[in-house]
C-alpha cells in the first residue's frame, strides 16, 4: 500500500513568491494533518481536517498560510507570500476512522522548503 | 499548555550498548504516548504506542515505559545497531482531544559500528 504522498519532496524559492504543498493521504483515512517542523520549535500542528473539513486551524502562523482539502484525497497547503522565516520541513499525516482509541498518525516523507 | 522534554539531546553509543531515551511532559493528563523514529529526509515512523492505563509495550528489541503520574516515559533500545542510528521523538495526546499531538524536539541517536 502506498503511504502518505507529499510533493514536491524539495522546494526553493524566492521570498515573496507562492509556494504550494500537496499531500494525497492513505486511501480510506478521513484525518490529514499538516505539521511544520524547525530546529528551533520542532514539530507543530498546523491544522486538522477531518472528512475533508477544517476542524483546528489554530496552528496557522498567519493568513499567509491557507489549507484546503477538497476531497478525500487531497490536500495543499499554501503560502502567500512567503518569507524566508517559512523555511522548514513540512509534514503531512493522515489517519483512519478512529476505532477502539487507536489515533495514530501515518507520516508522508515531508517537504523541505527553502526561500531565499 | 502541555510541553514534552527529551533528554539528552543527542546520544552517540558503540554498537552492542544498551541506551535509554527519556521524555518527561508537564500534564499527566494524557491520553496516550507514542514513540516515533525520523530518518534524515524521511517522514516519522510510529515505533510504539502507550495507552495511559498500560506501563510498558515491547516491540523486539525496544521496550517503551510510562509512569503518568511523574510524566514520565523511557524507551529502552537493547543491543543497539547501526541501523538504529536516527532521531528518536516522543508526542503525548493529551487527554480531552481525540487528536492533537504535542511532539518533543526528539534525541538524536548515532550508534557507531
Known amino acids: 500500500d502506498a503511504g502518505v504522498i507529499q510533493s514536491p519532496r524539495h522546494e526553493v524559492t524566492e521570498m515573496g513568491q507562492e509556494v504550494t504543498l500537496r499531500c494525497k493521504p492513505i486511501s480510506g483515512h478521513n484525518s490529514l494533518f499538516w505539521y511544520r517542523q524547525t530546529m528551533m520549535r520542532g514539530l507543530e500542528l498546523l491544522i486538522y481536517f477531518n472528512n475533508n473539513v477544517p476542524i483546528d486551524d489554530s496552528g496557522m502562523p498567519e493568513d499567509r498560510f491557507s489549507a484546503k482539502m477538497p476531497n478525500a484525497s487531497f490536500s495543499t497547503l499554501k503560502i502567500q507570500p512567503s518569507e524566508p522565516r517559512d523555511s522548514a520541513v513540512y509534514f503531512c499525516a493522515s489517519r483512519p476512522p478512529l476505532a477502539g482509541g487507536n489515533n495514530e498518525q501515518f507520516f508522508g516523507p515531508g517537504t523541505r522548503l527553502t526561500v531565499l | 499548555k502541555q510541553e514534552v522534554t527529551q533528554i539528552p539531546a543527542a546520544l552517540s553509543v558503540p554498537e552492542g550498548e544498551n541506551l535509554v531515551l527519556n521524555c518527561s511532559f508537564t500534564d499527566s493528563a494524557i491520553y496516550n504516548l507514542q514513540w516515533f523514529r525520523q530518518d534524515p529526509g524521511k517522514g516519522l515512523t510510529s515505533l510504539l504506542l502507550?495507552?495511559?492505563?498500560?506501563r510498558e509495550q515491547t516491540s523486539g528489541r525496544l521496550n517503551a515505559s510510562l509512569d503518568k503520574s511523574s510524566g514520565r516515559s523511557t524507551l529502552y533500545i537493547a543491543a543497539s545497531q547501526p541501523g538504529d542510528s536516527a532521531t528518536y521523538l516522543c508526542a503525548v495526546r493529551n487527554g480531552g482531544s481525540n487528536y492533537k499531538l504535542t511532539f518533543g524536539k526528539g534525541t538524536l541517536l548515532t550508534v557507531n559500528p
Open positions: 502507550i495507552q495511559s492505563s498500560q
